[in-house]
């Protein structure tokens, strides 16, 4: 069970998944049914394939009424919290990291009967060598950035849409959240792969 960074988009969770063929990723935008999940790494058990990877988002969020997750509580803690504190009581609210991956990989174990072991990435999925792209985006993106300030343009952003550099007002880039759209190519896609996405609609 890999949690990556993903409080309120999945797309690290869903790219990350594909790429290295998951057998289920739970992201926020798509509720989540862990029975469904534990039914396919079954499945995969009884076709003699001892282990499964399961990418799970931050954010990640089980469907209304079938959470499977294990449920702590602790008011001692909330009450230590400021006055204006709000939401579900417990550790988490101190240690978010990690939280997900725990519950979801505590709950498919008692699903499966096979032991689970979760592992938080977070911040470290931000990390790595820089490829050949990632420095010919970055060369692109500063003088992207050069020739905005020479036309006297301000307050924009440089994006790479391909196959063009454009620039994009600061207020349009930063006032909203870019979700992964649940009708997709890439949830498409990752479902066309197998990849269970621990919902309802499983086929590609």
């Not at 909330?78 to 550790?91: D, H, I, R, V, Y």
């Not at 849409?161 to 880039?173: C, G, H, I, R, S």
């Amino acid at each position: 069970m890999v949690e990556v960074l993903g409080e309120h988009s999945g797309w690290l969770a869903l790219q990350a998944g594909m790429a290295v063929c998951a057998d289920a990723v739970l992201i926020p935008e798509i509720p989540y049914d862990l029975r469904k999940v534990a039914a396919k790494l079954r499945e995969k058990a009884k076709a003699g394939q001892a282990f499964g990877l399961v990418v799970v988002a931050e954010g990640a969020k089980a469907m209304a009424g079938v959470d499977a997750r294990p449920k702590t509580s602790d008011p001692k803690m909330k009450a230590a919290l400021s006055p204006g504190a709000t939401g579900e009581e417990g550790l988490h609210v101190i240690e978010r990291s990690g939280r997900v991956a725990a519950e979801v990989a505590l709950a498919i174990q008692r699903l499966t009967d096979q032991e689970t072991y979760p592992l938080v990435l977070g911040q470290l999925a931000r990390g790595g060598t820089p490829t050949v792209v990632d420095r010919q985006l970055g060369l692109g993106y500063g003088a992207g950035a050069v020739r905005a300030l020479e036309s006297g343009q301000s307050g924009v952003m440089v994006v790479f849409q391909p196959p063009d550099l454009k620039f994009v007002p600061m207020t349009e880039a930063i006032n909203k959240v870019r979700v992964v759209p649940v009708d997709s190519e890439f949830v498409k896609l990752a479902r066309a792969l197998g990849i269970s996405l621990g919902a309802e609609k499983e086929k590609p």
